[in-house]
C-alpha cells in the first residue's frame, strides 16, 4: 500500500512539473487531492490493514499529499510570474516615441478683432465699458432721443422679452448708463463693445445677433475735428497708415450733425474696383455730435458739455479686414473657418 501511495505522488510530481497553465495544475490537484482522487481510494481500504500498519500508512498518505500540496503552489506561483512578465511585456510603452499633438485653440476673429480695436482706443485715452444686454425700453430708445413714437425705431426691429424689456438693438444704451452715473460732471470717454439684437433675415450681410463698438467722448469743448482726429488716427493704426477718411453728412437721432465715415479703399487705393464698387470708398461706422436732448437726458448741461459719438459693426471690420465674404462663417463654428485665425 505504502508502495502504492509512493508510486501516485510520483505521477502527480510529474504532472505538476509538465502542466503549463494554472488551468492544468488545477486539474492535477483535483485528480489526485480531490474526494474522488487515487489517493482517497487507497485510504477507504485501510480497513484492511492490522492496527500495526495503519499509523505508518495515514502518515505516509499525509506526507505526499502535503509534498504535492506545496509542489502545486510553488509550480502556481511560477506560473503566475510568468503570466504577469508576458502581460507586462505586452502593455509596456516606448516613452521615445513622439507623443500626441494637444489641439490648441484660438481666440475667435470677432474676439481678436473687438480686442485689436479695444487696444487702439486705450491708447487714445478710453475706457472699455460694458452693459446690459436685456435692456430697458428707456436706455435703449428714450434715453438716445428715440421717443416710443419716433419714426427712427422702424429702423431697429427689435425682440422685446415685455413691453418695456427688450435685447438691446444698439450698444448706446451703455453710453447713457455711463452719463448717468457721472451725474453731469466730465469728461466721459469710453468705449462700449457687445453683442446687439434684430429682427433681420439672415443673408450673407445681415444677422439678428451681431456685435458693436461704441465710443463716447463728452467733455468740455469737444468739437468735431476731435471726432475726425479721432477717427482718423484710429483707422490709420487698424487698416494701414496709408488709408485715410471721407466724412458724409448723414443723419442718427442721437446725434446732430451726423455723418457717415468712409475710408479709402485698400484693394485700389482710392482709384475705383469691384470691392469699393468704383468710388474709391467704403462705408464703415457711423459717428456726430451728441445731440443736446442726449445729454440733458443724461444730466449733462448741453450749454457746458459737448461731445462725440461713433459706432461700428465689428463683422464689417473683421470682413474688411479679412476678406471674408459671408458674416455667417463668423457663427457657424466651422473648425476649418476658425483654424485659419490661430495667428490673427
Ligand atoms: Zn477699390
Redesign the pocket.
Known amino acids: 500500500m505504502i508502495e502504492r501511495l509512493q508510486e501516485l505522488g510520483k505521477e502527480a510530481l510529474q504532472e505538476i512539473k509538465e502542466a503549463d497553465t494554472v488551468k492544468a495544475l488545477d486539474n492535477v490537484r483535483v485528480k489526485y487531492l480531490g474526494k474522488k482522487g487515487p489517493i482517497t481510494e487507497v485510504l477507504r481500504g485501510m480497513g484492511k490493514l492490522s492496527a500495526e500498519e495503519r499509523p505508518k500508512v495515514g502518515q505516509k498518505a499525509n506526507e505526499i499529499r502535503e509534498e504535492i500540496q506545496k509542489n502545486i503552489e510553488a509550480k502556481t506561483a511560477e506560473l503566475e510570474e510568468i503570466a504577469l512578465k508576458e502581460k507586462l511585456k505586452e502593455e509596456s510603452i516606448d516613452v521615445t516615441l513622439p507623443g500626441k499633438e494637444i489641439k490648441r485653440g484660438a481666440r475667435h476673429p470677432l474676439t481678436a478683432v473687438v480686442e485689436e480695436i479695444e487696444d487702439i482706443f486705450i491708447g487714445l485715452g478710453f475706457q472699455v465699458t460694458e452693459g446690459p444686454e436685456v435692456e430697458t425700453d428707456y436706455y435703449n430708445f428714450e434715453a438716445l432721443n428715440l421717443p416710443p413714437d419716433h419714426p427712427a425705431r422702424d429702423m431697429q426691429d427689435s425682440f422685446y422679452v415685455t413691453n418695456d424689456m427688450l435685447l438691446r438693438t444698439q450698444t448706446s444704451p451703455v453710453q447713457a448708463r455711463t452719463m448717468e452715473k457721472h451725474k453731469g460732471q466730465g469728461p466721459v470717454k469710453i468705449v462700449c463693445p457687445g453683442k446687439v439684437y434684430r429682427r433681420d433675415d439672415d443673408d450673407a450681410t445681415h444677422s439678428h445677433q451681431f456685435m458693436q463698438i461704441e465710443g463716447l467722448y463728452v467733455d468740455k469743448n469737444v468739437r468735431m475735428s476731435d471726432l475726425k482726429g479721432i477717427l482718423e488716427a484710429f483707422v490709420k493704426k487698424y487698416f494701414g497708415p496709408e488709408r485715410s477718411i471721407r466724412l458724409r453728412p448723414s443723419f442718427f437721432p442721437f446725434t446732430e450733425p451726423s455723418v457717415e465715415v468712409d475710408v479709402s ?1 485698400g ?2 487705393g482710392g482709384k ?2 469691384r ?2 464698387k468704383n468710388s ?1 470708398w467704403i462705408e464703415v461706422l457711423g459717428a456726430g455730435m451728441v445731440h443736446p436732448n442726449v445729454l440733458e437726458f443724461s444730466g449733462f448741461d448741453s450749454n457746458e458739455y459737448s461731445g462725440f459719438a461713433f459706432g461700428m459693426g465689428v463683422e464689417r471690420f473683421a470682413l474688411l479686414k479679412y476678406g471674408i465674404d459671408d458674416i455667417r462663417h463668423f457663427y457657424t463654428n466651422d473648425i476649418r473657418f476658425l483654424e485659419q485665425f490661430k495667428r490673427a
Open positions: 479703399c484693394i485700389c475705383g474696383c470691392v469699393c474709391g
